[in-house]
């Protein structure tokens, strides 16, 4: 079992930036693949970002490549997601979870949710 509290949402204007906190306890953090979704209000939970189980390895969505980046310090269990240039279409809950396996990028390749932070952008 493993345990994820995100933190780090708010309210920021366009252009504006954020950072996400994913902390983890429960079983070794350092073992797993990592990811951030988001979830819009109607809409279904998409993809952001991904990070191997030592940081070596990312992904991102198309729609967020080049103003995110997605980072871990297995010291401290947290997974974090820079948010810079954020834009309006960028509002959403975000989540972290647990990858099943290392190249996994749809939910339901993920379990161990926690319970999403909400980010929003104002035009």
């Known amino acids: 079992q493993v345990q994820l509290v995100e933190s780090g949402g708010g309210l920021v204007q366009a252009g504006g930036s954020l950072r996400l906190s994913c902390a983890a306890s429960?079983?070794?953090?350092?073992?797993?693949?990592m990811g951030w979704f988001r979830q819009a209000p109607g809409k279904e939970r998409e993809f952001v970002a991904r990070?191997?189980?030592?940081?070596?390895?990312?992904s991102y969505a198309d729609s967020v490549k080049g103003r995110f980046t997605i980072s871990r310090d297995n010291a401290k269990n947290t997974m974090y997601l820079q948010m810079n240039s954020l834009k309006p279409e960028d509002t959403a809950v975000y989540y972290c979870?647990?990858?099943?396996?290392?190249?996994?990028?749809?939910?339901?390749?993920?379990?161990?949710w926690g319970q999403g932070t909400q980010v929003t952008v104002s035009s």
């Open positions: 990070i191997s189980w030592n940081g070596g390895s990312t």
């Open positions: 979870a647990v990858a099943r396996f290392s190249g996994a990028r749809h939910a339901r390749e993920y379990s161990f």
């Open positions: 429960g079983r070794t953090f350092s073992s797993y693949t």
